[in-house]
């Protein structure tokens, strides 16, 4: 495996079940992201962490839990989501976090569906 | 509040043909990066082509180039010789140098490429 991969490809899931998305990036990165993509709007930065901690969290609500067990290995645990919460979650990693120049990476995404 | 804007929801191109997307973005910093990434359809978001803010030649990447007038705060991608495998969806993004990440995303050009 190279890259930044995802799983699942593709979620749908209830209001009341609780999943969780992965990620794992081989780039030997240190800084690792979610994002939430959703139609005809920006890319949503959701977490940020970097050698492991958590050094950013934009006001996302607490249905949305990250895990970062180790510089390879993002997690995204989901519980009691919304409908609006449906949309293409992306995972990202970068060498750095505050070298600015630094490429992100992306993986494939998760598409979650919530009914 | 250093935003990224992307007036153009959609373009279309002839193949072999050149076209330009248009991105401003607006900071308060004054040393940061621009970047243009690609999602083609189903596929993984990949950095096409970044501009450091501090240089004032404008970046090259065989046939993509960028229009970078700083003092507009304008930051346009040209894609030249276009070819069918560019059809995707394309986002500006900065982001900045300081110490608190900010990486900011547009909302995203639709490119068509027509044969």
């Known amino acids: 495996e190279t890259g930044v991969t995802q799983t699942p490809r593709h979620l749908v899931m209830g209001m009341t079940n609780k999943k969780s998305l992965k990620c794992e990036q081989h780039?030997?990165?240190?800084?690792m992201y979610w994002y939430k993509q959703s139609a005809k709007k920006p890319l949503e930065l959701m977490f940020v962490y970097s050698l492991e901690e958590r050094v950013e969290n934009n006001s996302v609500p607490s249905r949305f839990s990250p895990e970062c067990p180790n510089s390879s290995h993002l997690f995204l645990h989901l519980h009691t989501l919304q409908p609006e919460d449906s949309a293409l979650y992306l995972c990202?990693?970068?060498?750095?976090?505050?070298?600015?120049?630094?490429?992100?990476?992306f993986g494939p995404g998760t598409r979650l569906t919530v009914l | 509040a250093q935003t990224v804007t992307q007036s153009q929801p959609e373009m279309s191109v002839q193949e072999a043909e050149t076209v330009t997307l248009s991105c401003t973005y607006d900071t308060s910093e004054s040393d940061y990066y621009l970047f243009w990434y690609k999602q083609p359809p189903s596929r993984q978001m990949i950095l096409v082509i970044r501009q450091e803010a501090y240089k004032q030649q404008n970046a090259t990447e065989n046939r993509f180039s960028v229009n970078f007038q700083k003092a507009a705060k304008s930051f346009s991608l040209k894609i030249s010789d276009s070819q069918l495998g560019d059809a995707a969806m394309y986002f500006c993004?900065?982001?900045?140098?300081?110490?608190?990440?900010?990486?900011?995303f547009g909302t995203g050009t639709r490119l068509k490429v027509l044969a």
């Open positions: 990202a990693s970068s060498q750095g976090l505050y070298a600015s120049y630094n490429e992100q990476f």
């Open positions: 993004a900065s982001a900045s140098t300081s110490g608190t990440y900010k990486y900011i």
């Open positions: 780039l030997g990165h240190n800084a």
